[in-house]
Every structure is written in structure tokens, then in C-alpha cells.
């Protein structure tokens, strides 16, 4: 028996992967339908494909009888462990942190400044060629809550400091201390949420966070306030967001949207305030690079024997 691995990049393109298995490229294809590149029973490390609806991406689950990694390039993997029960077990699941750390905080900075800063009121206005100045909030002087304190909520504190932001808090799942100060258990962030002007979100989506951002949490956040969601659509209640946005209680900024895609005559397209890209977080000339070194050390550590790096959990008897 070989020991394939399933790239979704062309092997030929990825320095630094190591010598042993074979390479076999495999994305899926443009409608899903591509075919296997080889026996799945006969691959033992598979890269899911990455920016593919959800069904691409575990078509191959069952068949996959002998893999004993599989290795997203997205930092949620809630997509993979939805389908858990397909995984033979004693396979290792990682996420790829690390690699979109730099490409999401840079989209959280460029919602965040777009929103209270009006671009894109002007972007409307100069299709009118319209001139017409106006006095917006800046990001100066704000007190900003991050929910999700992990890499990402990290690396955006990281690009908010040379804004001369008042304060920054920090949510993750359980208290802790970092060197730039305290982290806040989720159990604190009804109590944090009145004093913040800006609230990103970028927690991973599990069932601890599903419909976290609900009715109570949004009559929380103080008037005038803007949240910013580049972690997942289902974090946020649709519904309870509209109530709020059409007051023009608050705004939003939306990278992640349920239901996502966001189909067309959705209500959240044109609900005032609120600014909507369509889940690019980690799309961007960062991700390449850092997805090949990610995938090449897993690799090297893999055919040498050594720990992987993000284990996310590791399949039990029960496929769990």
C-alpha cells in the first residue's frame, strides 16, 4: 500500500515538501465533481480543499479509511467536525493557525475604519460624483472589545495599537493573563459589552458560541456602537441583528453572514448600517505563503514521527 497525500495545491509548487509519501493534487474541482487522484483508501494525509462549499470538502470522508491526518487550511473547522462521525478513528484533525492570522486582522482594521469612518457612503456618493463632507467617528479614543481572544484576536489587537485606541478587552473561553494584561472568561462579556464602541468578533464557531451574539447580548451594547463579525455567521442571531441595525441603534460590519452565501433580497443587504464583504477574512496574497510553510512542516513532522502542530482533537472509538 502507497501513502498518498491529497494536496489541494500542486505538490510541484510547495518547497520544502518532504520525501516518502506521494503527492497527489486533488481541490476538488470548479463544480465539486472532480475526480479522486487516487484510492482514498490509500491516503493517509489529507489537505482539505480550501475556499470549496462545505459538501467538496468531505466527500471524501468515508472513503478515507486509512488517513491519519487531516489538515484544514481554515482556522474554524467546524465544516470538518460536523462530519465526525465519517472519520475512522485515531485520526488527528488540525487547523491552520498561523496561516490567517495576518490576512483576517487586516480585514477586522479595514471593517472596522470603514464603517466609522462612512467609506462606503462615499463610495456611493463618488458613483453619483457627489461631493459632500461630513463629520464621522474615528477609531481614536474608542474602547474596543475583542470576543475570541485566540491568534486572530491577537494579531488584530496587534494592528489596533497604533490607533491610539483607549482600551482594548479581551474574551477567550477562560480567563487568563497575557503580557499586554488581562483575559476575560466568556462568562464576562455581558458585564464588558456597555463600555465598548467597537465589538470584533473572531471566536472559533462551537456550540459554546452558537447564537452567542443573541437579542440579550445586542441590548448590551451601548448606543452608537459597532460590531464587527470576521468569525462566523452563525455566532451572530440574523434576526436579533436586524431588529437592532434597523433602529440605527448600532452598526455593523460583515465578513461572515447566516445564512452565508447571503442570498439575494436578504433583508441584510440593505438594512442601514451595516457593511458586508463576502467572507474574504483570509483570502488575500498573505494566505498562499503561509498556507505552503504550514503544510510542508506538517508534512516533514508527519513522515518523521513528530507531534503535529494544531491538533485540534483527535477521533475516538466513536469517530469523536
Not at 491526518?69 to 465526525?84: C, E, K, P, S, W
Request: glycine content about 8%; overall charge negative; proline content about 9%.
Amino acid at each position: 500500500m502507497t501513502s498518498d497525500v491529497w494536496l489541494p495545491l500542486p505538490p510541484e509548487e510547495i518547497k520544502g515538501l518532504p520525501d516518502g509519501p506521494r503527492y497527489l493534487f486533488w481541490d476538488g474541482g470548479d463544480d465539486g465533481d472532480q475526480p479522486f487522484p487516487g484510492d482514498p483508501a490509500e491516503c493517509v494525509f489529507y489537505v482539505v480543499p480550501y475556499m470549496k462549499r462545505w459538501p467538496v470538502k468531505v466527500r471524501p470522508l468515508e472513503q478515507l479509511t486509512n488517513v491519519r491526518v487531516i489538515q484544514t487550511l481554515t482556522a474554524g473547522v467546524d465544516d470538518i467536525t460536523a462530519r465526525m462521525s465519517a472519520i475512522a478513528p485515531g485520526v488527528q484533525l488540525c487547523n491552520a493557525r498561523g496561516v490567517h492570522e495576518t490576512s483576517t486582522a487586516e480585514l477586522a482594521l479595514t471593517l472596522t475604519l470603514a464603517a466609522l469612518r462612512g467609506i462606503p457612503g462615499f463610495v456611493r456618493a463618488q458613483e453619483k460624483e457627489h461631493w459632500e463632507g461630513v463629520f464621522r467617528p474615528s477609531l481614536a479614543d474608542k474602547n474596543v472589545l475583542i470576543v475570541g481572544y485566540g491568534s486572530i484576536g491577537a494579531a488584530i489587537e496587534d494592528r489596533l495599537a497604533p490607533f491610539e485606541v483607549a482600551r482594548v478587552a479581551r474574551i477567550a473561553r477562560s480567563r487568563r493573563t497575557t503580557a499586554r494584561g488581562l483575559v476575560h472568561p466568556i462568562t464576562d462579556v455581558l458585564s464588558l459589552l456597555p463600555e465598548a464602541d467597537v465589538v470584533i468578533l473572531c471566536t472559533p464557531l462551537t456550540e459554546a458560541t452558537l447564537g452567542l451574539v443573541d437579542a440579550g447580548f445586542l441590548a448590551r451594547m451601548k448606543d452608537g456602537a459597532l460590531l464587527v463579525n470576521v468569525a462566523r455567521g452563525p455566532v451572530v442571531d440574523t434576526n436579533a441583528l436586524l431588529t437592532e441595525v434597523e433602529t440605527g441603534r448600532i452598526t455593523a460590519a460583515l465578513d461572515v453572514t447566516d445564512p452565508e452565501p447571503l442570498p439575494p433580497g436578504h433583508p441584510l443587504w440593505q438594512a442601514p448600517g451595516v457593511l458586508i464583504t463576502p467572507h474574504v477574512g483570509g483570502p488575500s496574497s498573505a494566505f498562499l505563503p503561509r498556507a505552503e510553510r504550514l503544510i510542508a512542516d506538517q508534512l516533514t513532522r508527519f513522515v518523521n514521527g513528530e507531534p503535529l502542530r494544531n491538533v485540534i482533537l483527535t477521533t475516538g472509538a466513536n469517530g469523536r
